[in-house]
T-cell receptor, first 113, second 114 residues
Framework: GQQVMQIPQYQHVQEGEDFTTYCNSSTTLSNIQWYKQRPGGHPVFLIQ???SGEVKKQKRLTFQFGEAKKNSSLHITATQTTDVGTYFC?????????????WGLGTSLAVNP | GAGVSQSPRYKVAKRGQDVALRCDPISGHVSLFWYQQALGQGPEFLTY????????KSGLPSDRFFAERPEGSVSTLKIQRTQQEDSAVYLC????????????FGPGTRLTVT
């Protein structure tokens, strides 16, 4: 079936270091969304990418959508303790059931102060 | 404005009991989604409503799970004869338009079946 893989599963960094999580889909996506879930919290929408090769920035966060619309990445520059949480990518596939977001398993980020 | 709310926040049920979980979406949001999230996992899709119509229930794990949204606003997820494997956080999300747009999540209901 349709799958979205995320790597790494866990990442520990020192405050100030950069962090990147990668998302790979088994199928072409019409769009991809990124969410952040703090420990004990619920997913919060960060951004949506729609166009092939699209790059969007939010302060220290940079999001990319691959040319083939099958992969995406989130890069955080100079991490802070407030960045702690699990980052999920989720995409709508072009084919099949496009009402259903396909979620990755997430990358959990820990930041040591 | 008010976000998505869910109640109860925590529910402990004995195996075999029925439970009902409520979701109040953001006012005016057309789409409503239910997800199940196990510890350390991503949200797993259960079902999707567009207004009062349940357009996709492919993620409901068994016929013990039932969801409704009779007036296109509040939704209820009902689980009959709960089993231990039903223990999880149940998340509700709403979206302004039809699927394809960003989803706003409620705080979830943590269900523990003993």
């Amino acid at each position: 079936g349709q799958q979205v893989m995320q790597i790494p599963q866990y990442q520990h960094v020192q405050e100030g270091e950069d962090f990147t999580t990668y998302c790979n889909s088994s199928t072409t996506l019409s769009n991809i969304q990124w969410y952040k879930q703090r420990p004990g919290g619920h997913p919060v929408f960060l951004i949506q990418l729609v166009k092939s090769g699209e790059v969007k920035k939010q302060k220290r966060l940079t999001f990319q959508f691959g040319e083939a619309k099958k992969n995406s990445s989130l890069h955080i520059t100079a991490t802070q303790t407030t960045d702690v949480g699990t980052y999920f990518c989720a995409g709508y596939p072009y084919a099949g059931n496009n009402r259903k977001l396909i979620w990755g398993l997430g990358t959990s980020l820990a930041v040591n102060p | 404005g008010a976000g998505v709310s869910q109640s109860p926040r925590y529910k402990v049920a004995k195996r075999g009991q029925d439970v009902a979980l409520r979701c109040d979406p953001i006012s005016g949001h057309v789409s409503l989604f239910w997800y199940q999230q196990a510890l350390g996992q991503g949200p797993e899709f259960l079902t999707y409503f567009q207004n009062e119509a349940q357009l996709d229930k492919s993620g409901l794990p068994s016929d013990r799970f039932f969801a409704e949204r009779p007036e296109g606003s509040v939704s209820t997820l009902k689980i009959q004869r709960t089993q231990q494997e039903d223990s999880a956080v149940y998340l509700c999300a709403s979206s302004l338009r039809t699927s394809g747009h960003e989803q706003y999540f409620g705080p979830g209901t943590r269900l523990t079946v003993t």
